[in-house]
């Protein structure tokens, strides 16, 4: 069900090589285990989720971040090892000591990452079984294959890349991501794995993928629910000699980065849960960015709006409930509401030109774009999501079983 | 697809009289229009949605209440009066200017009240032209018929009495609602009327109905979304010649009132839209309630929560989920986690004691109860909600249709 076109185009990066296989966490024998290598002298930044019950590998891969860059990043999909306690946390790291038996790397160089069902042991004897497989496999053309084997309830492999100039070099940026549930993402998303061959400083580093991921993975909700496991990382292999800094190349660079990882967010949402509609909710105008989010977010988590949207109606008395539930400070007589470009709301009531039939055929549109000016100032934020259907319904009645 | 049984008993209140007919606002002729005739010398009491977008009818109401004590509350189903800007005000006034001329009432001494779809003008000649059928119909016998009249996607009526002692004599407490849908009250839920024949200070029944109401209609959700038309009104008629104060028959008038209107809140979760299951979310032993408040409504609203419900799985992982994305000082090595008397959780991690076989026992029923211990402190706060199911989607991807 997903909605839209996915690109499976990519750039190897230099100084990053990756594999996968499968290693029986999950039952169809599906790729499910992922294996990341980084040149020496790479450097690594990383955001985390902010849900209380943090993951065993979320804890671990935080702890080993701060303590040195990174060699490798260890996936797995099928088991989240979250709410495992002292037992997953040891789970977490006997993997990660494993990778380090067969490539010489010390443990806080290894990152671990897990994504699937929350609550049950990490069969880590596959795991470490399976390294011998795919160690050997390690190659910078794989990155397609490793988008696929992070994938959960995700449809379509979620990749992309650019290529622009630092100064007089080429550099390239390319990363991959998944994720179709359990999506308000408070940090960063289930897992984004994104490597640059520039040279980059970690603060650097962490800086642009922060900024960026305020205005990509930040920025979509599927159902409001915030991950154990969420985790996005950006690593700098440095191979192409050039640097990030000074100015003007961080700003180049931080376009750059924040355009790929709209791209990869977006393809998130495209394929949501069950999703049948792409859905941009921009609200514009308003006094702070605060208000706007929270507008923003109010329509966009709305299950009335959002079964609206899947229902083809342009039920637009929904998008005013949405609108004036949110925490901000509003002056509902001045709202303008837009669908694409046609308006329904003006100065807080329907416009007398707005006809059922043109919000109907926009309303039956693969993807609909919801405006809201609040034209109270000159803030403006925009969310991205899907809508609610009864294949999300079954997707999660069922999850389990 | 209500949950549960519903009771239709009530006892009349002396001093109010009710009636409803069909006005034509409903396309099917059901029941739409409802007016409460309240005795000289009432007290009423009431509070009101905190949407943004306040209907029209609301904000008459709240003016009229402010104004004077009520006499006759009108109330319309099927068109919500909500988002109609200033001829919507007009439109409330002159149903209510309608009442005036046929009863002699003064202005604010009519209250107008709306529910159905938003966005919509009211036909409001359909409600004037309705008025001398329903005053020769005035009873204090109608309290079931109100409650239908009421109602818009309900599938039962929601009526419900207390009596008992103040001091030496009888009083009674009846009250009716509506609500399927849009539900998370920000003061109380769409439509609730509450009378008594008790004798009341204005002080001392609003702060009754305030009180009861957090514990009651501001303690459910169905879908997070908060209604632009919620309102909950209480009268008291004095014609028992009881007072409700001072203590001790203020508290009990209170604890007598709380009942009631759980009960009547409860009915409203039970018959949510597409609802299969009545959930009841406590969460205890917080360091205050806010925090228990925070948890308890981040696990009642998460879509991924409310689907399992639906799909009979006991995935604890998304009520570890839903508590840790919550905004709140959480020590999660100390949550244990209940479904039922089964101990899910213990400690923040899975109990071993714990088997799929018992929780999927449970989550089988009709009514399950999530008890979350956070171990921190004293506080509390329950709420209660209902599941995500494919006929919640249909109704709403349907509603206008």
Known sequence: MAVGSFSIDFKPVPGVRLGSVSCGIKPGGESDLVLFEFAQASTSAGIFTRNHFAAAPVIVARQHLAASASRYFLINSGNANAATGEPGIADALSSCQAVCRHTGASLSEVLPFSTGVIGERLPVEHI????????????????????????????????????????????????????????????????????TDAVAGRADLQTALEQSADKSFNRITIDSDTSTNDACMLVATGVSGRSIAPEPQLATFTTELTSLMIELAQGIVRDAEGATKFVEVAVRKGRNEADCLAVARSIANSPLLKTACYGNDANWGRIIMAIGKAEADLDCSKIDIYLDTVRLVKDGARDPEYTETLGASIMAQDEIRIRVDLNQGEAKETLWTSDLSHAYVSINAAYRT
Chains 1, 2 share one sequence.
Request: without cysteine; neutral net charge; proline residues 6%.
């Open 128 to 195: 470490i079984a399976a390294l011998p497989t795919v160690l050997p496999l390690l190659d910078e053309a794989n990155w397609l294959d490793a988008a696929k084997g992070i994938m959960t309830t995700d449809t379509k492999p979620k990749i992309g890349s650019r290529q622009f100039l630092l100064g007089a070099d080429q550099v390239t940026i390319t990363g991959i991501a998944k994720g179709a549930g359990m999506i308000q993402p408070n940090m960063a998303t289930l897992l984004v794995y994104l490597a």
